[in-house]
């Protein structure tokens, strides 16, 4: 069945730095969903991609779904300290909706 | 709006005892599903309802069951509890097909 692996699983960064998390499926991907859950709290939408090669920006984030929609990224660009949490991407296939969720990058921000 | 509702916020079952824990969803969306969070494996699906019917099912056994009611609230039943089962359930509703979930504050089950 379709398996959506991410990575790294753990990153720490002094605040100010950039951080990148990585996104692979195994299949093709219709859509890719990115979700921030804050350290005692449940996950938060943050962004849904749908087309090959597509790029957007929130603010310091930079979401990217590759162009065989096989892959995608989050850029957090001069991370601060709300930036802390899991941050897990989540993409359904072809045939079907059910969302399949990476195991999530945890990220840690020190000041 | 209100958000996502999950009852209870917390349970302590033993082993063999089974379980049910309930979703209500935001308002007018149709679409429930739930996913059970444990730190070794992450989030996984468990099912999705759909104005009353299943739609989607996850690779859990038959002892994970559940059901959506007219009004859209949902229900989630784990028969013969066991150690592993341990875990926060999240329900997520959604006012589409593929569109963004919104996830409830969950229910954490602790099996002992």
């Known amino acids: 069945g379709q398996q959506v692996m991410q990575i790294p699983q753990y990153q720490h960064v002094q605040e100010g730095e950039d951080f990148t998390t990585y996104c692979n499926s195994s299949?093709?991907?219709?859509?890719i969903q990115w979700y921030k859950q804050r350290p005692g709290g449940h996950p938060v939408f943050l962004i849904q991609?749908?087309?090959?090669?597509e790029v957007k920006k929130q603010k310091r984030l930079t979401f990217q779904f590759g162009e065989a929609k096989k892959n995608s990224s989050l850029h957090i660009t001069a991370t601060q300290t709300t930036d802390v949490g899991t941050y897990f991407c989540?993409?359904?296939?072809?045939?079907?909706?059910?969302?399949?969720f990476g195991k999530g990058t945890s990220l840690l921000v020190t000041p | 709006k209100a958000g996502v509702t999950q009852t209870p916020r917390y349970l302590i079952k033993t082993r063999g005892q089974q379980v049910t824990l309930s979703c209500s969803p935001i308002?007018?969306?149709?679409?429930v599903s739930w996913y059970q969070q444990t730190p070794g494996q992450g989030l996984q699906f468990l099912f999705e309802?759909?104005?009353?019917?299943?739609?989607n099912k996850g690779n859990f056994p038959g002892r994970f069951s559940g059901r959506q009611f007219s009004n859209s609230r949902s229900e989630m039943n784990v028969s013969t509890l066991e150690l592993g089962d341990s875990a926060l359930y999240l329900c997520a509703s959604t006012a589409g097909r593929g569109g963004e979930q919104y996830f409830g504050p969950g229910t954490r089950l602790t099996v002992t």
């Open positions: 309802y759909f104005s009353e019917t299943q739609r």
């Open positions: 989540a993409g359904s296939g072809n045939s079907g909706y059910a969302l399949n």
């Open positions: 991609l749908v087309k090959s090669g």
């Open positions: 308002s007018g969306h149709r679409s």
């Open positions: 299949t093709t991907l219709s859509n």
